[in-house]
């Protein structure tokens, strides 16, 4: 079955440390998202893509940053890690491109940064 | 721009009872709007989701929603809740200008036995 994950699963760091979290998706889906949730937030868009080499800035992407450079990975790197970057980081990918497309979720990183 | 806004953070309902959880989105355009549940430690996964036809739209686990155009609404009820109902719901809202997802900020569904 098609599926999408996530790795690592759980994450402790320290402040200023480069941490890369990764996304694989077997959908062949165009689509990818990466999302954060917080309490009282929500899930918040930090980046996404439409495509091999496509990247676009989301909501919150200060401090983040992504590639894409097959489809089926879209790995997020958080270039100096802050306290502030403590949260559940989800991806998820979607078919391209009608909208209203359902996405599909990854199970989450939970990271913490020290 | 587009926005949700579920009312509500945590909602209680005795097991059996009517499931009733509020949202309300503001689209300049026609949108398309979603409600998704997520389990404790998981990821999100779609219930149900408006895009043309039917306003009347049913989802997993006997999980429905109305899109009302002229109440901005798009509630999510189920007639008889279960243990196993007890998650978080997030509505969302997206429309044709392209396919980034607005999410609520989500409600605690918590079943009482």
């Known amino acids: 079955d098609a599926e999408i994950t996530q790795s690592p699963r759980h994450k402790i760091t320290e402040t200023g440390r480069q941490v890369t979290l990764a996304c694989h998706q077997t959908?062949?889906?165009?689509?990818m998202f990466w999302y954060r949730q917080d309490l009282g937030h929500g899930l918040r868009l930090i980046h996404y893509?439409?495509?091999?080499?496509?990247?676009n800035k989301g909501e919150v992407s200060d401090g983040y940053s992504v590639s894409r450079s097959n489809t089926e990975d879209l790995p997020l790197t958080l270039e100096s890690a802050a306290s502030s970057q403590t949260s559940v980081y989800f991806c998820?990918?979607?078919?391209?491109?009608?909208?209203?497309?359902?996405?599909?979720f990854g199970p989450g990183t939970r990271l913490l940064v020290l | 721009a587009q926005s949700v806004t579920q009312l509500g953070s945590h909602v209680s309902v005795s097991e059996g009872a009517l499931v009733l959880l509020r949202c309300n989105y503001s689209?300049?355009?026609?949108?398309?709007l979603f409600w998704y549940v997520q389990y404790p430690n998981q990821g999100l996964q779609l219930l149900l989701k408006?895009?043309?036809?039917?306003?009347l739209v049913k989802g997993i686990n006997g999980f429905e929603a109305e899109f009302k155009k002229s109440e901005t609404s798009f509630h999510l009820t189920k007639p008889s809740a279960h243990m196993s109902d007890a998650a978080e719901y997030f509505c969302?809202?997206?429309?044709?200008?392209?396919?980034?997802?607005?999410f609520g900020k989500g409600t605690r569904l918590h079943i009482l036995p």
């Open positions: 998820a990918s979607s078919e391209s491109p009608m909208s209203g497309e359902t996405q599909y």
């Open positions: 959908w062949n889906h165009n689509n």
């Open positions: 893509s439409y495509g091999v080499q496509d990247t």
């Open positions: 689209s300049s355009v026609p949108p398309y």
């Open positions: 408006y895009t043309t036809g039917a306003t």
């Open positions: 969302a809202v997206s429309d044709l200008r392209d396919d980034k997802i607005i």
